[in-house]
């Protein structure tokens, strides 16, 4: 298996000091995935979660969304060769395949993707592509008829602003090899309590939040219609994509969400919610799941409109 981290050298200049010095940083490698057998995308990501992340990549794209649809997932033979003349398998090829009578989705050259770690699957989708394909749609939430927009599985409550601008911190906290790197993005599932349910981090905003999908899928979690995904960057279209197509009713961002982002949410009935700090947020789409009232109204403590 691939390192999460690698120590390379450095030099450091503090206050007119100049040191020579290891330097730890986060691993980064390309991910071929295969659907039977067949090349499909090449990812850049950070080493680890490689089955999950191949998962939540086709919830992603569609092809699964229940975990008996989903035969295993392989390492395929990626031999690379050592400065010693031996080899070594690289694990960065796998192999998902399908259960029978899953349908397999045409595979051409021009369906074949190269996604980077900063962008995704850039241009792939339109909003009607997405809002089509979705298994279980979020809906609009009070006028969907169960009030929770989640399409599937009960109701979800109004999200307090205090329970929202508490999750960064706690996201932050529970970064683990960021804290050695400073060089992670970070994804995250929340209650819509606030109780952090998992966490997984990658070179790739996109890649942490397949993994976060994959591993989902493979409980039978799906769809993800009573939680709140959290990402530390921002919210861009392929972010609200994965988020729509695992049934997640809430997409938060750190950071600013992009205009594609905002106009597939609204489509969708997404809440999506951006420039999440502190105390501040932007709520762009589905301002329904978010307590937002008047001052000193009922169910709204806190809350004003200016």
Request: proline share 6%; aromatic share 6%; hydrophobic share 45%.
């Given at each position: 298996m691939g390192r999460v981290t690698e120590r390379r050298r450095v030099v450091r200049l503090r206050?007119?000091?100049?040191?020579?010095r290891p330097d730890t940083l986060v691993?980064?490698?390309?991910?071929?995935?295969?659907l039977n057998g067949k090349p499909l995308?090449?990812?850049?990501?950070?080493?680890?979660?490689?089955?999950?992340?191949?998962?939540?990549?086709?919830?992603?794209?569609?092809?699964?969304?229940?975990p008996e649809e989903l035969a295993n997932?392989?390492?395929?033979?990626?031999?690379?060769?050592?400065?010693?003349?031996?080899?070594?398998?690289?694990?960065?090829?796998?192999d998902v395949r399908l259960a029978p009578g899953v349908p397999i989705p045409d595979i051409t050259l021009e369906r074949n993707v190269y996604t980077t770690s900063s962008c995704g699957l850039c241009g792939k989708a339109?909003?009607?592509?997405?809002?089509?394909?979705?298994?279980?749609?979020?809906?609009?939430?009070?006028?969907?008829?169960?009030?929770?927009?989640?399409?599937?599985?009960?109701?979800?409550?109004?999200?307090?602003?205090?329970?929202?601008?508490?999750?960064?911190?706690?996201?932050?906290a529970a970064q683990r090899v960021f804290d050695r790197t400073g060089g992670l993005h970070a994804a995250a599932l929340f209650s819509p309590e606030g109780e952090l349910l998992d966490l997984r981090e990658d070179v790739g905003r996109h890649n942490a939040v397949d993994k976060l999908v994959g591993r989902a899928l493979t409980r039978g979690d799906l769809p993800l219609s009573r939680t709140v995904l959290l990402v530390s960057g921002r919210?861009?279209?392929?972010?609200?994509?994965?988020?729509?197509?695992?049934?997640?009713?809430?997409?938060?961002?750190?950071s600013a969400p992009s205009s594609l982002a905002v106009d597939l949410a609204a489509e969708t009935g997404l809440t999506?919610?951006?420039?999440?700090?502190?105390?501040?947020?932007?709520?762009?789409?589905g301002e329904h799941r978010v307590a937002l009232g008047v001052s000193g109204a009922p169910g709204a403590p806190g809350a004003r409109r200016a």
């Open positions: 206050d007119g000091v100049v040191s020579e691993a980064e490698e390309p991910l071929e995935i295969r995308a090449i990812t850049m990501r950070t080493p680890g979660d490689d089955f999950a992340l191949a998962a939540g990549f086709l919830v992603s794209e569609g092809v699964l969304g229940r997932i392989v390492y395929c033979a990626g031999a690379t060769e050592q400065a010693d003349g031996t080899t070594r398998n690289s694990y960065n090829v796998v339109s909003l009607d592509a997405v809002r089509t394909t979705a298994r279980w749609p979020i809906g609009g939430g009070h006028e969907d008829g169960d009030g929770d927009g989640s399409g599937e599985g009960g109701g979800f409550p109004p999200l307090e602003p205090e329970v929202l601008a508490a999750l960064p911190d706690r996201l932050r919210a861009s279209f392929e972010l609200a994509q994965k988020a729509v197509m695992a049934g997640v009713p809430v997409l938060a961002a750190v999506l919610v951006g420039f999440l700090r502190g105390a501040s947020m932007n709520v762009y789409a």
